[in-house]
């Protein structure tokens, strides 16, 4: 059995890694080769939320249990807390256990480099990143690894925070990063916008973004809570990171269904589908795209398999 801390994690899960990981995640399980029943997420008294998410690949299975804490934002602890667990197969017996909170936050990012390298245009330099979280962190990095980023601007609420993340990144990456004043602000002249906020409501509207921007919808992983507002949404093509998990939890697609603002098509497929050339994906320059990404246990569970056994597939 093989315990994977944070540190190793880190190390090891780099975002060139994580990004081809999830490019074969996502593909086998559109494929049908891997499967995953809908994640089971309980609210705590506290406003935490713990969730169990299973997923089986094939040579072995394991599930992500997790607590996800708003109020650690800004903090020196994560917003995600937990172990990814894995089982090999063929007899069920424990493999080990990896940090779930590195593998929450490397994946993340390297699944929207994974749907920005197929919807962004490929001349999209500037990047507006709606919070300067680890997830803000996280995007940064992985847009850098499908497009050559020259220029971001950041919005967050805290300013301390935001301040940080700007002498962070800048340093770290070697490229302007720059505060905005408001998130209208700050995604007025982004090619690519990456939203990794925990807001319930929604705040990007659709006369702010530019035609042929692409976004990435991270932070709402609920039926009821949103960061995009409906009129972008009913603007844009949307792709799931799967297109039942959206249909039953994704409150980015749900609300503006219930509103009847856009209609059961408007979900336009998933990655995993484009990736197979099941369906197309940025045809115009000028198209609004929008990745909304709720998590998949499927991803959790392939970086566990890479940090526990050392495989890629």
């Known amino acids: 059995m093989k315990i994977v801390e944070a540190k190793e ?4 899960l780099t975002m060139p890694v994580c990004i081809e990981l999830m490019r074969d995640a996502l593909a086998q399980l559109e494929a049908g080769n891997y499967t995953q029943p809908l994640r089971s997420i309980s609210l705590l008294p506290g406003g935490e939320k713990f969730g169990f998410m299973p997923a089986w690949l094939g040579d072995c299975y394991g599930a992500k249990v997790v ?3 708003p109020r650690n934002a800004g903090t020196g602890y994560p917003s995600h807390i937990g172990y990814v667990l894995l089982f090999e197969s063929e007899h069920s017996c424990f493999e080990g256990m990896a940090d779930a909170s590195v593998i929450t936050e490397v994946r993340t990012g390297a699944v929207s480099a994974v749907a920005t390298d197929l919807l962004a245009r490929k001349d999209a330099h500037t990047l507006a990143v709606i919070g300067a979280g680890a997830q803000g962190r996280s995007h940064l990095a992985a847009m850098k690894e499908v497009r050559e980023i020259t220029s971001v601007r950041v919005f967050d609420q805290n300013k301390e925070s935001m301040e940080r993340y700007c002498r962070e990144m800048s ?5 302007p990063v720059t505060p905005a004043e408001s998130v209208e602000e700050a995604v007025a002249e982004a090619d690519i916008i990456c939203t990794v906020t925990p807001s319930k409501e929604p705040y990007l509207k659709a006369q702010w973004i530019k035609p042929g921007t692409h976004i990435n919808a991270v932070g709402a992983f609920t039926p009821t809570a949103r960061e995009v507002c409906s009129d972008l949404i009913a603007k844009a093509k949307l ?8 249909k039953k939890e994704c409150g980015e697609y749900l609300i503006p269904l ?5 209609g059961e098509e408007h979900i336009q497929g998933s990655i995993g589908e484009i990736l197979l050339g099941k369906v197309k994906g940025r045809e115009k320059e000028d198209e609004i795209t929008l990745f909304d990404a709720l998590g998949l246990a499927v991803e959790d569970v392939a970086c566990a398999r890479f940090l526990c056994k050392g495989n890629i597939q």
């Not at 994690?9 to 090891?12: G, N, Q, S």
């Not at 340093?171 to 490229?175: F, V």
């Open 67 to 69: 607590s996800a804490c």
């Open 171 to 175: 340093a770290l990456h070697k490229i």
């Open 9 to 12: 994690a880190r190390e090891r």
């Open 258 to 262: 219930a509103e009847g603002v856009i």
């Open 239 to 246: 792709y799931a990171d799967q297109v039942e998990a959206m």
